[in-house]
Every structure is written in C-alpha cells, then in structure tokens.
C-alpha cells in the first residue's frame, strides 16, 4: 500500500514562529488531508488538498502532486496551534493512510 | 451541523470482557470508518462501511472484533473477548462519499486491565 512520511517529527516553536511541516507519499493520490489532533485527542480536519494551494487563516498547504509531497505553512504560530499534525493519503482503492504525525509544541 | 458523535468517550474493562463502542455520523454521510490509534501513531483503518456494506474489512481483526451498520446510519464496534493489547483510542469518521474529506469523532479511549 502507500507509504506516508511526515517531517519533521517533532518541532518547538516560540509563539509568532512561522514554520513548515512536510508530508512525503509514495504512489498517486485521490486524496491528501491534513489533521490536527489536539490534546484531547479530536482529529480536526484542516485540508483537503490533493492538488494544488489553499490557505485558512494563518494556515496553507501545498501539495505538488506530480513529485509526490504536500507542505503545511502555520504563520504567526500561537499555543492553541499545538498539537499533532497528521497527513494521510490514498491511492486507488481509497483507503487512507496516516503518517506517524509531527508533534508541534508552541511555548508562549 | 452536528459532528460526528461516539460514545463513551471512555472505558476501562478487565480482559476476557466484552466492549462495545457506538459512532454516529454526520446525518447524510454514506461512508463511515472505523480507525485505531495506538499512542504515538497515526490512526488505522479497520473497516470502511458504504451505506450498510462492509466494503472494506481487511484490517479487521475478525477472530474477536465485529462491526455492524444495520440501517446505514449509526454504527456499533465490539470487541469479544478484549485483550490487554486492545489497549488503544477507536475512532470513528465519515464522509459524504468515498474519497471525500472524513471527518472525525472525538474517539473512545479504552483501556484493558
């Protein structure tokens, strides 16, 4: 099945950082989201994204779905934004599979 | 719009005892999940339901874990007899259709004794 990479694994910020967090996959993709779990543990859907650029807010992503990666931009990063991110993707047979996440710590 | 709703949010069983966790989704969403989430891991697929079809179950430990969608709508995830490895978060998700944003419920978290 598909292989799903997420970079950094872990990352700490000072509240007002900017930072990137990368999502590699192995194989074409119907689908591509990214999560953010927070600390009690809802998975919070922030994009879905299998081509192109969409921006929320302080957040975007990017994927580039010809060389097989996806970018999430946090601006201007706050406490709240902490958590885990999580990107998943499928391949034909729509099954989606997660990465092993990259845990965000923002200290004020 | 209601999300997706699950309950209980908790359970602590002793092993051998059967468990049971319940997931509606959101109203008009004909694909409904169910994942498992290890500590520290991303969450995994253990069945996919369209409507009230189990279309994808290759995941699902099936020796001890059943799952039924009877009407299409709400869905029931048991675990009979559970073992101390059962020990994890289940989540539930749903999406308008197949290979469409899911969205998640806040989880049970179970633990086994």
């Known amino acids: 099945g598909i292989q799903v990479e997420q970079s950094p694994p872990d990352l700490i910020l000072q509240e007002g950082a900017n930072s990137t967090l990368r999502c590699n996959f192995s194989d074409s993709v119907n689908n591509l989201q990214w999560f953010h779990q927070n600390p009690w543990g809802q998975l919070i859907n922030l994009f879905y994204i299998p081509s192109g650029t969409k921006q929320n807010g302080r957040l975007s992503a990017t994927t580039v779905a010809t060389e097989r990666y996806s970018l999430l931009y946090i601006s201007s990063s706050q406490t709240t934004d902490s958590g885990v991110y999580f990107c998943a993707s499928n391949g034909g047979n729509y099954k989606l599979t997660f990465g092993k996440g990259t845990l965000l710590t923002v200290n004020p | 719009e209601a999300g997706v709703v699950q309950s209980p949010r908790y359970k602590i069983i002793e092993k051998k005892q059967p468990v049971a966790f319940w997931c509606n989704p959101i109203?008009?969403?004909?694909?409904l999940y169910w994942y498992l989430q290890n500590l520290g891991q991303g969450p995994e697929l253990l069945i996919r339901y369209e409507n009230e079809e189990a279309v994808d179950d290759s995941q699902l430990p099936k020796d001890r874990f059943s799952a039924e969608r009877l009407k299409g709508v709400d869905s029931t995830l048991k675990i009979q007899p559970a073992e101390l490895g059962d020990s994890a978060v289940y989540l539930c998700?749903?999406?308008?259709?197949?290979?469409?944003?899911?969205?998640f419920g806040p989880g049970t978290r179970l633990l086994v004794l």
């Open positions: 998700a749903s999406s308008l259709s197949l290979g469409g944003t899911q969205y």
């Open positions: 109203s008009g969403h004909n694909t």
